[in-house]
């Protein structure tokens, strides 16, 4: 029983952990560009499998440097968001919500294809960098796991420190809040948007570099994850990455209690309690009330 | 300009009608698919053209009209069309009214996103109460007759649907055109006054999307009459996705601009879906559409048409 | 200005307050309304109008203070109640139906006041009375009827707004600054184009404005404001004369068509 509970509660932060990364991500982006990102799982998905390449390509010569894989992954998908924000998003930025989100979700379905004209439409996965597992109270818990969970601890605290004590972070929080206001001031919000989105999506790209050894990829697997993340942001309440780190460790409890005692309609039970969330709290959790 | 619209609509329909004579069976079947996913078009542009809001989950509806058909003939033998049809609108309809609830209190984007997650919610809970569903691999259907009489494939069906097709086109451009249609266009153009007139705009965005809903139930129906098969995949986003861009492909600011984007996307699918990348061509010609043509393709012809008469004029 | 005729009241407020965080934007307001009456309410940028009709539409709630219309305490009711008794706000930006056009736009609105908007077949024959009075309200406000909204040259706009509300056969009318946004020469076509409609009709009205000429010339009492609270409220001659609003209103005297240099977004 208590090695049950003991499960239960690593599994939720684990899955808490990720769900924050990505949802992060998605946040950031709403909050400085305005716009709902559906192309994070794109980012997602090329993280996953640059990941899984470059991790072949490296493995034999250098198997020291597997950890530099996500990160490599992470940069990469992070220029590619920037060609995509500069190149198509841009333009969008004055048009309906609706048809900006319609734009970022055509290109998830882009870059499914080219994922599968470049890697083949199969399953790719890998053997976790670290392959040793943990005993905490009478149960065994991958070691992966917790380094994921570490990470995603690493990146909340970063972004806390990046909003609350640099200048960027400060200039990222006042384009935020006014972007007009912040472009009178003399600040470039081009760069500020741009760079933005590639921060964003890098982070969902490190996601997916990270995940590989968990669930590993398929064609489609970021629309799942993205799906999950879409839930966090919206009960949560948009822009608020706060918001996310709390309702991403409700979501992730909610999900590893629901997959333990009624697994075929865990998803079900999260989508109802976001709807119910939602009814109560039109914003969610932590969001300003619409204008 | 109206004599324009008179014309173009009187030849399409003469050409609808008398198609069977030299289309091939293969241009027939999509011909006969195209015109249930324009009912299904025009059902979403009651939400989109009208209403004000995108849905991306009305793949559930087509799904809960499958089903309904394919379960109420694997579990009470049920094949005729009198039934079965009434049976997919009512409880489309009725799925509608309970996602509804929960979807049209909400603005524009929240409105988007739970709609996607009702639509997923479905789709795995299709997928994955396999006893009853037969599951990811769905459950096939054949056989169904109208008032007794056995449809025979091909040219019977088509004209089948082609007159449900007429009776839809007509039902929902009354509804458009009533005070009802007027009422939801002013809901989508400004909810705050509506406010002060004193109407409480969630409730005309419900049953707009209850309408929606049934209709598209209907072509659910139809549908899996066509494929002979219902499987979870309706329920998904993608096929959710591809009604939208059908309707925008066509345009959302027209009322028949669906209908000709479901039938141009039917055709343009069945070319390109046999290539590996259709998912990319789908991607492609969203954000192309978006970006350059908001109007979709009749909204771009009705723009030139209108350009050509004031020239000549 | 004729003579008032001696009507029952139908709105009264006491002690009416409503604050934005430290400031209070009304201020205790008492005031009164009688049936057929038209009060203005004008005072200096920030002094609380545009917040007090809002407050008595609904749009925004009441913090203390209380509202009875007709007998009925409204304090607590949310503005789809109110409208639907008849208190109808008309907006100073105009908040139209941009895509359709303004004989849709009226016939909506009649639709609603007749309680016929769930109704799914198309009308023109059923109920013809609704096409034929809305194309009379059009001409009365001399706004096309078949041009777009979003089309319409910025006078037409207000005016269509003011018809719309009109069109409900209100009993309480609220016009938030009827002539805003519109050029100096046209203020006078659209206040002449709207307060005869009114006064023809005999409707209650409460209109918020800053050009004291106009205020002077059409209204039954006035009300002056400053800072939340109710200054002076009186016929025009007795408030015109009054020094403390003189005072206010510096630069008003009702001798020189004088008007703020832009009107008050209002709060």
Redesign the interface.
Known sequence: MFELIINIILNSIFYAGILFIISAGLQIIYGVLGIINFAHAGAYMLGLYMTFSIMNRIITAHPMLLWTAPIIAAVVVGLFGLIFERVILRFMYHRDPIFQILVTFGMVYIVDDVVRYTWGGYPVGAPPMISSVLEIGGTVYPVYNLLIIGVAFVVSFSLWLLFQKTDIGRLIRATSHDEEMTEALGINVTWVKAGTFLFGSAIAGLAGGLMLSVTGGWPGVGLEYLIMAFVVIVVAGLGSVNGALITALIIGAVNSIGIQFFPRIELAIMFILMAVILTVRPSGLFGTPHH | MKRFNNVSLSIALLLLVTGPAYFSDFAIYLFTYGLIMAIAGLAFNVMLGYTGLMSFGHGMFIGAGAYTVALMMKYTGIHSFEVLMPMGIVISGALAAFVGLFCTRQIEIYFAMLTLAFGEILYALCSKFYALTGGTDGIQVKGMSLFGYVLKGGAEFYFFVLGLFVVCTLAMWMICKSPFGTAIQAARDNPTRLGYLGLVVMKYRLIAFIISGAFTGLAGVLLVSLTGHASPELFQVLTSISIVLMVILGGHTSFLGPVVGAIVFVFLQSWLQPLFFWQFFLGVAIILLVMFLPGGVLGGIMTWVRKAVAKLS | MGEKSRSQVILETARLTKHFGEVRAVDGVDMQISQGEVLSIVGPNGAGKTTLLKVL?G?HSIDTGTMSFIGRDVSHLG???R??MGI??S?QIP??????NAL??I???L??REH????????TKRFPGIRQEAQKILKMFNVPETTVTSELPHGQRKLLDVA?AFA?KPRLLLLDEPTSGVSTEEKGQVMDTIMPIIRQRNTTAVIVEHDMEIVTRYSHRIIVMDQGKVLVQGSPQEVMNNEKVKEVLLGHAPSVRNEMATPSPGR
């Open positions: 539409s749009g503005l789809i109640q409208a639907r109808v706000y907006f908040a139209l139906f941009e895509n359709l849709d736009s016939s909506l609105t639709f609603t016929k908007t769930i109704v799914f077949f198309p009308t719309i409900l």
